[in-house]
């Protein structure tokens, strides 16, 4: 993950990040982690949880989203940039999330699918996927900040998004919960906070 983050704000988002715009990113992403085990914790049995289906489906759908922001910032970096390819992809990324909960809690016996839907955790897990989500998102914003993004409130959202997304990713070594209709619907709520923070941050901080 933060090879591919920073690897990206080197290779991808042009020449003006290359002075230690890798470096502040990998600074966000470090300070992800860090709230992550130490003010949250990992789950204790997260060695024998990392080969679970539900697990690895965590991971995948984070990675997902996060190449998806990736393009998205990348693309809005630039001046008048668009992010039409990121735009046409997450539909389908959060679209199949939504099939595959409505799989899950249709072949669940009914009371089973408010556990799978509600968890222990329904209403911390968006807020705390936006507290690791934080220093990723300052970083990225310091990032783009060097750059000319001409549309910042969608600069900003797509930064939080992909601030988010990550934040899922890591957030998944500490999450208890493995249903994936849950998955689906809170961790996509978490990005979408971080998403939305973004987007109000974005026309302050990205003013030219």
């Not at 988002?13 to 002075?19: A, D, F, K, V």
């Not at 789950?43 to 990392?50: F, N």
């Not at 909960?101 to 016996?109: D, E, F, N, P």
Request: hydrophobic share 55%; with cysteine; glycine share 10%.
């Amino acid at each position: 993950m933060t090879a591919l983050l920073c690897g990206s704000s080197q290779t991808h988002l042009g020449t003006p990040m290359t002075s230690g715009g890798g470096h502040i990113i990998r600074a966000g992403l470090i300070g992800a982690a860090a709230i992550m085990l130490l003010a949250l914790g990992p789950r204790q049995d997260w060695a024998a949880m990392i080969g679970s289906v539900a697990f690895q489906a965590k991971l995948v759908y984070a990675a997902a989203l996060v190449l998806a922001g990736l393009e998205a910032v990348r693309r809005l970096a630039r001046p008048s940039g668009r992010a039409v390819r990121a735009s046409r992809v997450l539909p389908i990324i959060f679209g199949l999330a939504c099939v595959v909960a409505i799989v899950c809690l249709m072949r669940a016996a009914p009371e089973d699918r408010r556990g799978l839907l509600l968890g222990n955790t329904a209403l911390v897990c968006p807020f705390l996927i936006g507290l690791v989500a934080a220093p990723v998102l300052a970083s990225l914003l310091a990032v783009l900040r060097r750059l000319a993004p001409t549309r910042p409130i969608r600069a900003g959202a797509a930064a939080g998004l992909l601030a988010g997304a990550a934040a899922a990713f890591v957030y998944a070594f500490h999450c208890p919960e493995s249903g994936l209709p849950f998955v689906a619907l809170w961790y996509t709520a978490g990005i979408l906070l971080s998403s939305a923070i973004g987007a109000a941050m974005g026309p302050q901080v990205l003013r030219w």
